[in-house]
């Protein structure tokens, strides 16, 4: 039966590059995968691009193509990434100038139509915008104006780019799995219509983007039996006509695939396993079966699709104040209590300053500061106790001011603070609105760019 090797190299802006160097080199892939966006990512990038309006991709791309594109190109491997971010026609600038330095020949795809900032009071004024599930009925409504609003896009406009023969297709903000569906459509003359397909090409991304949470990292079951992790690999599908598809890993890579790591990977993020959305097609994960296939070997079979939603996801950010924010630790004896007086203290410190709180947040580490008031406090006094304050204002300036307050409690306030740290400036924050919009108002305005080298 025919099939098609594709390889998660990028789970996120920043992941480590030596395990997609090592899966270019040993793994006979037809296509690498990149899925380097976040919706925290995009709020990332919109403050890079404020800065410099040349930016807005994930900046780690020009090293992974550097190191990446001699690799691939000669063995004819796709790569196919979504770290165009918020300006995608920029990353592709960036690259063509990699591919010019290392003399290489790259035909590059630049997918552009996700940003629709611009189209945003034409949306609401219309009628268009409609909320999310468990979203204030206005999703918009009381906010300062949108910095970006990118719709999540499927796998057509890829799967288009990778028919027109590009090498690399570079896009923005894209569902977690696009790339992969796409890998596979294309790779086996697949129709995005034939919907059980389409769904097990789905899976098959949603378990390979997170890259190493396939292969052992992160895993919850028996970690401590997972050899090898400081060579961990990254996970590969080879997927067949039928639609199914095994996982596996890089050759000789460190990790663990195995029915368990799979099937915690397979339930990441989901809501309810028989509507899982996407642009592309509705995913029914019940019917799943997963079977050991081998060592580090797992095959994957059962998913049933029916036709995608008739609305798109977007994500937007707004100017959402500033921070400013600091860490103490308090020692024994009366660690926790002495914590707590220091934040009561610093709070009346600051509103005496006449800094204006919007927000303020104190963490306990090693007590609260995951599970907040749902914490069970220890019975026997704690060695040590980190406080971490932080605090929104409107302002910058005023957010600038709240470190100062930090240092003089060491000698006015509790007794043996030691460890102050991670006193800030002022930070800004941005605010994230999610909404849906018709696909019609979208998918017209979806193009693809191409540009041979």
């Known amino acids: 039966m025919k099939s098609v090797r594709i390889g998660a190299a990028q789970a996120f802006y920043g992941d480590k590059l030596k395990p997609a160097i090592d899966m270019a080199r040993n793994a006979k892939v037809d296509y690498l995968c990149f899925d380097c966006l976040a919706e925290l990512t995009l709020a990332i990038l919109q403050k890079d691009r404020q800065k410099n309006p040349a930016l807005g991709y994930t900046r780690d791309v020009i090293p992974v193509m550097k190191a990446l594109l001699p690799i691939c190109l000669p063995q004819g491997i796709r790569l196919i990434t979504n770290a165009g971010g918020i300006h995608p026609e920029a990353a592709a600038e960036a690259i063509a100038k990699v591919a010019q330095e290392l003399g290489l020949k790259l035909k590059i795809a630049t997918v552009v139509g996700d940003d629709v900032l611009p ?18 009925s206005d999703p918009l409504g009381g906010l300062p104006p949108m910095t970006f609003a990118n719709v999540y896009l499927g796998a057509r406009p890829i799967l288009e780019a990778l028919h027109a023969g590009a090498d690399l297709v570079l896009t923005g903000r894209t569902t977690d799995t696009a790339q992969y569906l796409a890998a596979a459509a294309h790779g086996l003359g697949w129709s995005l219509d034939d919907l059980d397909k389409a769904a097990q090409g789905v899976i098959a991304g949603h378990l390979l983007e997170c890259t190493a949470q396939a292969t052992g990292g992160n895993f919850s079951g028996a970690w401590w039996e997972v050899e090898g992790l400081e060579n961990l690999g990254y996970p590969i599908a080879d997927v067949y006509e039928d639609g199914s598809f095994v996982v596996g890993k890089t050759p000789g890579s460190g990790g663990l695939v195995s029915v368990d790591t799979i099937k915690e990977q397979l339930l990441y993020e989901i809501h309810d396993p028989s509507n899982f959305i996407s642009p592309d097609v509705i995913v029914d994960m019940t019917g799943i079966r997963l079977e050991q296939a081998g060592p580090d070997r797992v095959k994957v079979s059962g998913a049933k699709g029916r036709a995608g939603p008739p609305t798109l996801k977007v994500v937007a950010g707004y100017p959402a104040g500033f921070v400013g924010e600091g860490r103490v630790v308090y020692t024994w004896p009366d660690a926790l209590p002495k914590a707590k007086k220091f934040e009561s203290l610093l709070r009346k410190a600051i ?64 007794p043996h603070l030691t460890g102050l740290s991670g006193i800030s400036g002022a930070r800004e924050l941005m605010g994230v609105a999610s909404f849906l919009v018709p696909r019609e108002q979208i998918e017209p305005h979806v193009q693809v760019r191409m540009q041979a080298l």
Not at 119 to 136: D, E, I, Y
Not at 365 to 377: S, T, Y
Not at 391 to 409: I, M, N, S, W
Request: glycine fraction near 10%.
């Open 119 to 136: 189209r945003l009071n034409a949306f609401k004024s219309q009628g268009h915008v409609t909320a999310m599930l468990g979203a204030p």
């Open 351 to 414: 509103e005496d300053d006449g800094i204006k709180i919007q927000e303020f947040r104190a963490e306990y580490f090693g007590v609260n500061a995951i599970h907040e008031g749902n914490a069970k406090l220890p019975s026997d006094e704690l060695p040590e106790v980190v406080v971490r304050v932080a605090v929104r204002t409107a302002t910058e300036r005023e957010a600038q001011r709240v470190g100062r307050h930090f240092p003089p409690l060491g000698i006015a306030g509790p």
